[in-house]
Each structure stands twice: as C-alpha cells, then as structure tokens.
C-alpha cells in the first residue's frame, strides 16, 4: 500500500492550464478506472472535483478535467482562478479492497 | 443534504482505546459503502478502512490492520471505528467519507495520541 506519486508543487498564471500528474502501478491506477481527485482549502474537509478517472460531480466546474495513460492519472486545471490555490489529492481503488491516496500536491496562482 | 459528522475525538495516551462514530443523514445510509480517512497535521491523506452496506465486508489499512476495527448501525445510520493499542503516529483528523468515490466528507475529528 505505497502512496501514490504526485509532484510536490505546481504553478501557474492566471488563465493558464496546468496539470498534476499521479503515478501508481498495475494494482491500483493501472488496474482500474476508479481513480479520484480532491481538492483541500486550509482547515477545510476534501472536497471531491473527479471520480471514475473523467467523470465531474454536480457543481464542479467544468475547467477541470481527468484522464488516464497507463498506471499515471492526471488532473487539468484550465482557466487558472485564485480559488483553485489548494492542495490536490489523486486516489485509487487498489487490489484487496483498499484504496490508497497520492502524496499530494500544493498549486499555487502566481 | 447529506450530512456527515463525526464525534469521539480527544487525547489518549499511547496504548489506549477510542471509538469514533459518524452520524449519516440526508441519504440512506444503508445503501453506501462507508470509508475512514484521516490525516496527520501537515501531512497527506491515508486511507484508513471501507465496509460494505451490509457490513459484512470490510478491509482496511496495513497501519492499523489488528488495533481498528470498522462497523456500523444501518438502523442508527451510524459509522463506527474502534481504535485500540493507540501509537502517536495513529494522531491525526479522522473523516468519515461516502461512497467509491468519496463524495462526501464530514468535517473531522481529532485524534491525538500522547503521553
């Protein structure tokens, strides 16, 4: 049960896209299409932004988006906005009836 | 709409025992699997343990594998974990989560575990 891989930090300008990468093996983000991402504001709950790899909840913004190559899940933020400044979680189903999350990543708005 | 709020936090010496519980309201609880996240201070979320509608499947974390144990009350819409031989590394915010998807969170509970 290895945390998934995701990039410590990324950037960008407002009205740029940026991308967080979040990279597991065959027994988790390879596997299967149940790869979640989720987004944290300071001292507050996750919030979840993409579930079933590409899929948005009702009331998420359609400036994000999620994909999947292989055993590397990405997410997309186009159209950077200063209130997507937040930590971003990846998470997957994984063999054993386990889940496992990535090790997060901090996007900061120029 | 769906609410979740866990309750049972506080601080327990090392070797020691809590129960969390998490009351569901908003939706049927009896129809979702039910997940405990929880996160250190500062650090990353960690997956902590998931049981069925039914309950009679559950399966949770290599970290807490033997010392939590998972459970809940359909009737009560209640989720429960049982923590027992507390270490300092068990210290964190314990969430209550929804579903495959987490879809839902509560606003968490803390757990600190010192001497």
């Known amino acids: 049960q290895s945390a998934l891989t995701q990039p410590a930090s990324v950037s960008g300008s407002p009205g740029q896209s940026i991308t967080i990468s979040c990279a597991g093996t065959s027994s988790d983000v390879g596997g299967y299409n149940y790869v979640s991402w989720y987004q944290q504001h300071p001292g507050r709950a996750p919030k979840l932004m993409i579930y079933d790899v590409n899929d948005r909840p009702s009331g998420v913004s359609n400036r994000f988006s999620g994909s999947k190559s292989g055993n590397t899940a990405s997410l997309t933020i186009s159209g950077l906005q200063a209130e997507d400044e937040a930590d971003y979680y990846c998470?997957?189903?994984?063999?054993?009836?386990?889940?496992?999350f990535g090790t997060g990543t901090k996007v900061t708005v120029l | 709409e769906v609410q979740l709020v866990e309750s049972g936090g506080g601080l327990v010496q090392p070797g020691g025992s809590l129960r969390l519980s998490c009351a569901a309201s908003g939706f049927i609880f009896g129809n979702y699997w039910m997940n405990w996240v929880r996160q250190a201070p500062g650090k990353g979320l960690e997956w902590v343990s998931r049981?069925?509608?039914?309950?009679?499947?559950?399966s949770c974390a290599d970290s807490v594998k033997g010392r939590f144990t998972i459970s809940r009350d359909n009737a009560k819409s209640t989720l429960y974990l049982k923590m027992n031989s507390l270490r300092a590394e068990d210290t964190a915010v314990y969430y209550c989560?929804?579903?495959?998807?987490?879809?839902?969170w509560g606003q968490g509970t803390l757990v600190i575990v010192s001497s």
């Open positions: 998470s997957s189903y994984a063999t054993s009836n386990t889940y496992v």
């Open positions: 049981i069925r509608t039914d309950g009679n499947i559950t």
């Open positions: 989560t929804r579903g495959w998807g987490f879809d839902y």
